[in-house]
């Protein structure tokens, strides 16, 4: 972690040499594309010479026949034929822009097509223009950050942290572009727990995917955690990401990593879904939270509307200004008939917004009854870069294991109560989360990873899911106890007698009267078990002896869904007595005049 924090800060530096030609909000058009070349420069550089060595005896070839020979002397999925890499390019300082060209165009298709995503010629032009003259200075920084040392995980922090700078100087949201390695983490753990043993067979292929990837976080330490249970094991991973320099960075570690660049597509998976005719063993994704989809809203409609459940969007759409639910339905079209399970990020509104008949609720309702969701676990505030917000892991299973069929498990990880006791000094630590020594933007906790520790952070969250039992931090509920009916009561229309307003001798509504019920699917005995209700029930022992002339709009009755987190883990906390309250102010007061004589004397 120190190397990843040394490199950031020491990539960060360059940007010194950017100021006064560069606006701060433009940064990142080259440290970033140049962070991605020395990162391939060094990687590249214990083969190059064998490479260029090879070059003379498969020019002949034709151009994929030659990639193929130059890839493996390189040892890698791509290479660098040109004769120049940073150490020669710093060489001829007045050449620096036609060999820095030279060597970007000496990269094989599927490096140089990464390359053309960041428009670095551009930059090239503006650095080397006389007026500026920094293009050399520039190079020659990065020649001297030696990168061959980082590993996949701790370049993807140093990619991360470089972008998350780079969002805070331009005004962007940081937290579009990545998740916190820790949250990462707990949703793998989570993912492949009940997997382990078909993870660990010789020879095993599965794939992941990742519809909004950005750098690649998620699908590196999915791809780690399958390869350090099974070196033997294959996790092939996919992905989209809509942000050209985080798609270009997440495109280059797949091929440093021997994974096909290709799996990885450009743009949005809401108008043009890149990997269409794919399904999926594992999906991961932490969407925008309360993305606008107004720019998406024409394709899909018309995907709503003309395909309905044969589409991705056949369950319902959500309101404009949130487009959480449109991932998770996209997600869910690609699960795999024999099993797929997904894990994504939302904050709290796809939870409950939207009443009954709205389009989230319609979305619940469908994954719901489909019995699909698995699980939901509450995450502590302050974790994310961007938001101070509550944030809650999903968990989709279409093959549930026989005792999570029909049920939903809810797992309080937001560690409030922990924290309470901690000011109480009831307890030493509180077992969800940390207190950061130094926030980095809203970001003030983190939950610890303790390797093969299960009293805290990641794996003891881990354990309460694992464990599918119930306690303080766990409830586990049928999946009708998250469902009920909203229903119309109306009540009779008066005249100025005061007598009933009758239509073809059936009483006539007073829309100024009118209201509406929640009914729960299932009723809680005061000492019992959940027992089912029906809505006349229901009506008689709630509605009825308050308003006898009361009735039921039948046809305006709809089903809805929705899961009010907080409730289910609220304790009632009996007020303090009042003898307790007079014996705390008189002690108030007597300090008070003890304080006064103090003064006085």
Known sequence: MNSFKEKADKIWEVANLLRGDYKRSDYGKVILPMTVLRRLDCVLAPNKQKVLDTLPKVETSGEIAKDKVLNVVAGFNFHNRSQFDFNKIIADPNNVAANLRNYINGFSTSAREIIEYFNFDDQIDRMDD?????????????????LIDMGSMEMGYVFEDLIRRFAEQSNETAGEHFTPREVIKLMVNILF???SDMLTKEGIVKTLYDPACGTGGMLSIGEQYVKELNPKAELKVFGQEINPESYAICKSDMLIKGQNPKNIKFGNSFTIDGLEDEKFDYMLSNPPFGVNWKKAQKIIKTEHEKKGMN????????RINDGSLLFLQHMISK?????????????????????????ESEIRKWIIENDWLEAIIGLPDQLFYNTGISTYIWIINNKKTAQRKGKIQLINATGAKEEALMAKGSIAFNRFWKKMDKSLGNKRKEILDLENRTTRGIGFISELYGNFKENEFSKIFPNDYFAYWRITVEQPLKDVNGK?????????????????????????????????????????????????????DEKKTKVGYEINFTKYFYEFK??????????????LESSSLEKQKTILD
């Open 335 to 359: 699960m795999k008939p024999t099993g797929t399970r997904i894990a994504v990020v939302f904050n709290g509104s796809p939870l409950f917004s939207g009443a009954a008949g709205s389009g």
């Open 311 to 318: 589409g991705r969007f056949g369950a319902g759409l959500p």
């Open 574 to 587: 009996p007020l303090r007595s009042l003898a307790a309250i007079r014996a705390d102010i008189e002690a």
């Open 193 to 195: 727990n009940d997997d």
């Open 500 to 552: 009933v307003v009758k239509t073809k001798g059936k009483p006539k509504a007073d829309p100024k009267l009118r209201d509406y019920e929640n009914i729960p699917f299932l009723r809680k005995e005061k000492y019992g078990p959940l027992k089912a209700q029906t809505i006349k029930e229901y009506f008689q022992r709630e509605v009825k002896p308050h308003l006898p002339e009361a009735w039921i």
């Open 130 to 146: 006389p007026k500026a003259d920094i293009l050399y200075r520039v190079v020659k920084a990065f020649q001297e950050i030696d």
